[in-house]
């Protein structure tokens, strides 16, 4: 039993309460930006396809009679 206790004390855990508030600033700023970062994620998929699912019948030819981005493409 003692060594367990010695083993837990040895562990790099902050020591002082500074640096136990510093981990646990680093710790929530650092879940705030995950969390925003994984909302913008999903809000740009759920976005992408309702406008797919939004589609006409016209955007399948609106380019059609565009000849200036073939000539382009071609490096003509």
Same mark, same amino acid.
Request: cysteine-free; overall charge negative; hydrophobic content about 35%.
């Given at each position: 039993?003692?060594?367990?206790?010695?083993?837990?004390?040895?562990?790099?855990?902050?020591?002082?309460?500074?640096?136990?508030?510093?981990?646990?600033? %680093?710790?929530?700023?650092?879940?705030?930006? #995950?969390?925003?970062?994984? #909302?913008?994620? %999903?809000?740009?998929?759920?976005?992408?396809?309702?406008?797919?699912?939004?589609?006409?019948?016209? /955007?399948?030819?609106?380019?059609?009679?565009?000849?200036? /981005?073939? /000539?382009?493409?071609? #490096?003509?």
């Amino acid at each position: 039993m003692a060594s367990a206790l010695n083993t837990l004390n040895t562990l790099p855990f902050p020591e002082g309460e500074e640096e136990s508030t510093l981990v646990k600033t %680093i710790g929530w700023v650092s879940a705030g930006l #995950g969390a925003v970062a994984l #909302g913008l994620f %999903i809000g740009r998929e759920l976005r992408q396809r309702y406008k797919f699912n939004r589609r006409t019948p016209y /955007d399948f030819y609106s380019h059609s009679g565009d000849e200036q /981005d073939v /000539d382009f493409g071609l #490096g003509v």
